[in-house]
């Protein structure tokens, strides 16, 4: 098929690059400009443009398409089947819904209508979803509400940050693409308003751990922003790797309840958490015990680890 492309960060990459494996012809590619990134904020690619430019496709980098009449006439000049967007980042207008003879079909990564919107597999982890998976849509005017094509799901498991989440979903969604692609035109499933839920982008402030919530929802965090940042005597962390754990206690949140080589535990609202990889401001990400060595304000507390905290905080 004859395919505009449309994304821009690794998840889309994955999908590029089986579209082009699978044969189909590719004449346009939309990204992203280039962003500042790394500690000199040098303006740097996104991996679709990186890996259109190593297949060597035509590149259009517009801020907005509702204003940049030069994208829009390039992609109408395409006569493409159809336009695949995934993870984009940039709206399109309803004139440009209908320019490819088969309309736009979006992988997204949620099982819709379950958590549409920006960021949905933090969103699932962080609400303790015991499933997820990858729905190729038929795009509308709306935000994520266009009738479904396919989808296919996957088990969020005990482990799962949102990180590894991310990896199993972008080939999910790449595979479920592919084969989509070979079965259209498809009937779509109209979804089901009354079950729609919002994934909201991830603000900033939402990624350090308030000590006031139960731990269990600050494990989930931990795997959903993954790291997460906390405050914790004094010093601000990122949190790698973290465990509820049910335990009683009377100690104000964010008191050090316990600190050994199996981890440090932190008194919560509700039970404790368990940190057991962490990293200080400017150095390395570490277990807890190496972390330990180097942190004696964490070292000196008395009380010794107690044992086996809760593996699953789903």
């Known amino acids: 098929m004859k395919l505009i492309f449309a994304g821009t960060p690794d998840f889309a ?10 044969g189909h012809e590719i004449p346009l590619v939309l990204t992203q400009p280039d962003r500042p990134a790394g500690r000199g904020m040098k303006l740097t690619p996104s991996p679709v443009k990186r890996l259109a430019q190593e297949h060597g496709l035509l590149l259009s980098q517009p801020t907005s398409l509702k204003r940049d009449e030069e994208a829009r006439a390039a992609i109408a000049a395409v006569g493409a089947d159809a336009m695949i967007v995934a ?15 088969l309309g736009c079909l979006n992988i997204h990564a949620s099982l819709l209508p379950r958590w549409r919107g920006a960021a949905p597999i933090q969103r699932a982890i962080e609400a303790g979803d ?35 989440l991310h990896d199993r979903l972008a080939t999910l969604g790449a595979n479920l693409l592919c084969d989509t692609l070979l079965r259209l035109p498809l009937p779509g ?11 909201a982008k991830i603000d900033p402030t939402e990624t350090w751990l308030d000590w006031q919530m139960d ?20 010093e601000n962390l990122k949190i790698w790797e973290a465990h509820p754990l049910i ?27 368990v940190l057991a990889e962490l ?15 180097g942190a004696a304000n964490f070292r000196d507390q008395k009380t010794p680890l107690m044992p086996d905290p809760c593996p699953s905080d789903s």
């Not at 731990?215 to 004094?234: I, K, M, Q, S």
């Open 215 to 234: 731990a269990e929802l600050l494990a989930r965090r931990v795997r959903a922003f993954y790291p997460a940042r906390a405050e914790l005597l004094g």
């Open 247 to 273: 335990t009683a206690h009377d100690a104000k949140p964010g008191t050090v309840l316990a600190a050994d080589a199996k981890g440090i535990v932190v008194a919560c609202g509700e039970n404790a958490l």
């Open 13 to 22: 990459a994955i999908a590029l690059d089986a579209l082009l494996k699978a």
């Open 189 to 199: 499933e109209v979804q089901d308003e009354s079950l729609a839920t919002y994934a």
């Open 87 to 101: 993870a984009y980042g940039l709206i399109l207008p309803a004139d440009v819904l209908l320019m490819p003879r």
């Open 279 to 293: 990293q200080k401001a400017g150095g390395k990400r570490l277990p807890a015990a190496d972390f330990l060595r």
């Open 130 to 164: 015991t499933e997820t998976g990858i729905c190729i849509m038929q795009m509308d005017a709306g935000l994520d509400t266009g009738a479904v094509l396919a989808r296919a799901a996957t088990p969020i498991l005990p482990e799962d940050t949102a990180s590894t």
